[in-house]
């Protein structure tokens, strides 16, 4: 293993939060198991206060979950220069087989974990803990997908060696080339550009109606949702070009050097946060009809929406920007 601080801190982290985490999912298995809100014995009083305390030990875990996805990427990239063949992350997550699948499940561990925090939010506006069975068997579902991406995380850093030669952006995503990266890079890039820029402004269109008239909360969830992967391809396959002026350029980490100005950070960040919030909305549209959440989960699901609004209002803003700003023209 390479001893770098950010490896250090993200190994540890890795096992520290795969223990707290199994030991929510266990209360989460008991609270499921014996949780009977009409009844007024000890046991089910013991179990109310370990709901909140399970609910405010996941909320910190989950939350620095969330943070670490960064963090990740920003060590593999900050590790390139210890790799010969490595210009970015790209070759850093190449030079061991656990790399790729780790960045993957820690994309789809934010959008979990994520939705999570959301539905325990929901939960805590009601006076009688209307969603408290639906989160813990969402908890003991996600579990196994969180522990996965931890002891990978793991293992990737572990498996690294600074002997290893490993593969530049340009081969591992350029058009002639094989595998995902390459596949994504040949999209066309007017079909990819123009599915993500359609979806982009379908979601805030219905963030903006469901804001104001509390209507198109599916809509808003459903086009969020095909936002993000939508997104991610065409970053690759036609805005990665724009930002470097060059049309055989794809990387999509690149975007995260200095020399770029550090683009892709609140460029990823947007998406992946506009597409979280605005889902969240969609994941809630069915307990609108619950008594206890009657007047008040519509007003947390319209202030998810204004935060989704906002947030791929800056995502368009910064692609708008970097296509305007570019010399590159792709026809």
Same mark, same amino acid.
Do not use: N
């Given at each position: 293993? $390479?001893?770098? *601080?950010?490896?250090?801190?993200?190994? +540890?982290?890795?096992?520290?939060?795969?223990a707290l985490l199994l030991y929510s999912a266990y209360w989460g298995a008991r609270i499921l198991e014996r949780w009977d809100l009409s009844s007024g014995s000890e046991v089910q009083? +013991?179990?109310?206060?370990? #709901?909140?305390? !399970?609910? #405010?030990?996941?909320?910190? !875990?989950l939350v620095f979950g969330i943070?670490?996805?960064?963090?990740?990427?920003? #060590?593999?990239?900050?590790?390139? =220069?210890?790799?010969?063949g490595a210009m970015c992350a790209a070759g850093s997550l190449k030079a061991s087989p656990y790399g790729y699948p780790v960045l993957l499940l820690q994309i789809g561990g934010f959008s979990l974990a994520g939705i999570w925090l959301i539905v325990n939010r929901a939960d805590s506006l009601g006076h009688d803990y209307?969603?408290?069975?639906?989160?813990?068997?969402?908890?003991?579902?996600?579990t196994p997908v969180l522990l996965l991406e931890m002891m990978l995380r793991a293992a990737y850093f572990l498996?690294?060696? /600074?002997?290893?030669?490993?593969?530049?952006?340009g081969s591992l995503f350029g058009t002639g080339g094989r595998g995902v990266g390459s596949d994504l890079a040949g999209l066309s890039p007017p079909l990819a550009g123009g599915a993500f820029v359609i979806l982009l402004a379908g979601a805030v269109a219905a963030g903006l109606l469901f804001r104001l008239v509390g209507r198109g909360g599916w809509a808003l969830g459903v086009l969020s949702a095909l936002l993000l992967?939508?997104?991610? &391809?065409?970053?690759?396959?036609?805005?990665? =070009?724009?930002?470097?002026?060059? /049309?055989?350029h794809h990387c999509p980490f690149c975007l995260l050097?200095?020399?770029?100005?550090?683009?892709?950070?609140?460029?990823? %960040?947007?998406?992946?946060? %506009?597409?979280?919030? +605005?889902?969240?909305? %969609?994941v809630l549209? *069915?307990?609108?009809? $619950? =008594?206890?959440? &009657?007047?008040?989960? *519509?007003?947390?699901?319209?202030?998810?929406? +204004?935060?989704?609004? %906002?947030?791929? &209002?800056?995502?368009?803003?910064l692609v708008a920007a970097i296509v305007a700003g570019s010399q590159l023209r792709i026809s």
């Open positions: 293993m $390479i001893l770098h *601080p950010s490896v250090l801190a993200l190994v +540890g982290s890795a096992l520290l939060i795969g009083l +013991g179990l109310e206060r370990r #709901t909140h305390l !399970v609910s #405010t030990l996941l909320g910190y !875990v943070a670490s996805l960064f963090l990740f990427v920003f #060590t593999a990239d900050s590790l390139a =220069p210890l790799f010969t209307p969603l408290v069975r639906f989160k813990y068997r969402f908890l003991l579902a996600i498996d690294l060696k /600074p002997e290893v030669i490993t593969s530049c952006c992967p939508v997104g991610l &391809a065409a970053v690759v396959s036609w805005l990665s =070009p724009y930002v470097y002026e060059l /049309p055989t050097q200095r020399e770029y100005r550090w683009i892709g950070y609140p460029l990823y %960040g947007a998406l992946l946060a %506009g597409s979280l919030t +605005g889902t969240g909305v %969609g549209m *069915p307990f609108r009809s $619950i =008594p206890s959440l &009657a007047g008040t989960l *519509p007003a947390y699901q319209r202030r998810l929406a +204004g935060w989704s609004v %906002g947030l791929l &209002a800056v995502l368009a803003a």
